[in-house]
């Protein structure tokens, strides 16, 4: 009984009382008290002769349930990113899912405000973004990674520090990065500013990184952004480290399916890419 309980994973009593369930269904007592242990019956030994090729057939199609392989994949995926995630991600997720599903059409979709809708719908299997609010219960998140605060702002700006604080970037207007169903009306960075005690100022706003890129080379303007902003791609531009505080700030992504496909082989295969490719775009790993 103790043996039959650490292989089912459930207490010794819980056996118990599924011997006595088994045995009132049955009307036999299935297994007898012998030296050292328990014995089945003769009935118990048919039943076991009996039920076995029904057991061994539910063994075999739950491991074929698992056995998930992407190349037999086709038809279309769609993946909605976040804004701050697209530039960086874009070129490295669609090579490896293409990699291992050459049969797929992916679809990489800038998160909107109707994303959410459509992942809760089926048109949209899978999206990152931020820990987002008010989200139908159909629709299910997990964190897949931990972003840095970076500040982006021309080679030649006054700030000449590599770490920024919030009292460094008084006197500089802010652009801002919109993300469609999170920052439509407000400033992420300004939040963090008035709860320091300062007034930020925010002198441009879109959902374009290039067009923040375009006004922060001319301009002392502060592009606030994470350790994902390709950098290396503009030697005319510098990242600068985050601090709140005393710490390195941090801002947590998740992933977004549907309850449905949590769990679903499918799913897990992207999350893994994902999880997978995103240090890879990191400044830390450039």
Do not use: C
């Amino acid at each position: 009984m103790r043996k039959t309980a650490e292989r089912l994973f459930v207490t010794q009593p819980a056996v118990s009382q599924a011997l006595q369930k088994l045995r009132a269904i049955f009307d036999d007592e299935l297994f007898v008290k012998v030296q050292g242990g328990l014995d089945p019956t003769p009935f118990a030994l048919q039943l076991e002769d009996k039920i076995a090729p029904y057991l061994d057939g539910l063994e075999t199609a739950l491991n074929n349930l698992n056995e998930f392989e992407p190349s037999e994949l086709s038809g279309t995926i769609k993946i909605a990113l976040a804004p701050i995630v697209m530039a960086s991600l874009a070129g490295g997720l669609f090579t490896e899912i293409r990699k291992q599903a050459p049969n797929v059409n992916l679809e990489l979709l800038s998160w909107s405000q109707t994303t959410a809708e459509q992942i809760r719908s089926g048109d949209v299997f899978y999206g990152v973004h931020y820990d987002l609010e008010n989200l139908s219960k159909e629709l299910a998140r997990d964190k897949i990674f931990d972003l840095e605060g970076r500040i982006i702002v021309r080679k030649e700006h006054p700030i000449k520090k590599s770490v920024i604080t919030p009292l460094d970037s008084v006197g500089y207007e802010l652009t801002s990065l919109i993300s469609p169903g999170w920052n439509d009306h407000f400033s992420y960075a300004s939040h963090i500013l008035e709860r320091q005690g300062y007034t930020p100022k925010v002198g441009f706003r879109s959902e374009m990184l290039l067009a923040l890129i375009d006004v922060i080379e001319s301009t002392d303007m502060l592009l606030p952004h994470s350790n994902l902003f390709p950098i290396h791609n503009y030697p005319n531009l510098r990242s600068l480290k985050v601090e709140v505080d005393n710490q390195t700030y941090t801002k947590s992504l998740f992933g977004y399916v549907h309850n449905k496909n949590r769990h679903s082989p499918k799913a897990k295969w992207i999350e893994s890419i994902i999880k997978r490719k995103l240090p890879l775009y990191t400044d830390k790993h450039r």
